[in-house]
């Protein structure tokens, strides 16, 4: 049985400068939209599993979301889907909201992402993570502010 409170990241976090990431929520019975909203939010970091951002609004947990990733210089953006892990306030900043974002699972079944992704993520890893971009601490920064 694992340990309480060990990290349980097991994908390294990167930054890619100049990120944005625009997001939906997922369509229910009685909403239907295919809009993004809050476009060009800052991305804090990136990894494998899953992607931190600031938002001017607070999104509920276990909120599933339509994520569109946009990197400086890619042509088309990174479409993924995945479900809000956490929340933290961003407090006296434009931007009022961190947001934790888990990925769901790669595969080919309905609900979860495309494999092509898993290897655009690996690639923008190959390119960005580095000493000035990967993320070290823990907590990823939820408990302090960022400033935009």
């Not at 939906?24 to 909203?37: D, P």
Request: charged share 25%.
């Amino acid at each position: 049985m694992p340990e309480e409170g060990l990290e349980k990241r097991i994908c390294a976090r990167f930054r890619i400068p100049g990120a944005t990431v625009a997001y939906r929520r997922e369509r229910t019975l009685f909403k239907h939209s295919s809009e993004y909203g809050g476009e060009f939010l800052p991305m804090l970091d990136i990894s494998r599993g899953g992607i931190r951002f600031l938002s001017t609004e607070e999104i509920s947990l276990d909120t599933r979301l339509h994520l569109s990733i946009q990197v400086p210089g890619d042509p088309s953006p990174l479409k993924m889907d995945g479900i809000v892990r956490w929340s933290a306030p961003n407090v006296g900043q434009s931007f009022k909201h961190q947001l934790g974002v888990q990925f769901a699972a790669y595969g080919d079944k309905k609900g979860m992402n495309y494999p092509g992704s898993l290897v655009k993520i690996i690639a923008f890893e190959q390119k960005f993570l580095d000493d000035t971009t990967i993320i070290k601490d823990e907590t990823g920064g939820r408990g302090s502010t960022f400033s935009i």
